[in-house]
């Protein structure tokens, strides 16, 4: 669960997860990290081990927990930091012309 909750929060820009997509690298990194831990918690190697069953299922919470936090997250920037509103072209101008 550490290492599936945690690496999923890498993706966490400003607007919805998907809004940015992260680089090529992050990906693969994070793919085969995530790989290899949830081979060992499977299998067990210096743990007893969980099985596919229970994997998944872990699997399965942190994905939904992702999506639930992302929407609260997008939720607070919409409450804390609103954007700007402008009103027509008028709001573009510098000022210089009065």
């Not at 399965?60 to 954007?83: M, N, Q, T």
Request: charged share 10%; glycine share 8%; with cysteine.
């Amino acid at each position: 669960m550490l290492s599936v909750a945690g690496h999923l929060t890498i993706f966490r820009p400003a607007g919805p997860f998907w809004s940015i997509r992260p680089a090529r690298i992050l990906l693969i990194a994070v793919c085969g990290a995530q790989t290899i831990a949830t081979l060992i918690a499977v299998y067990g190697l210096f743990m007893t081990p969980l099985g596919w069953t229970w994997a998944a299922a872990v699997w399965v919470y942190a994905v939904v927990w992702f999506l639930i936090s992302d929407r609260i997250k997008i939720l607070a920037y919409r409450i804390l930091a609103p954007a700007k509103k402008t009103s027509g072209p008028s709001a573009n101008r510098t000022g210089s012309n009065r």
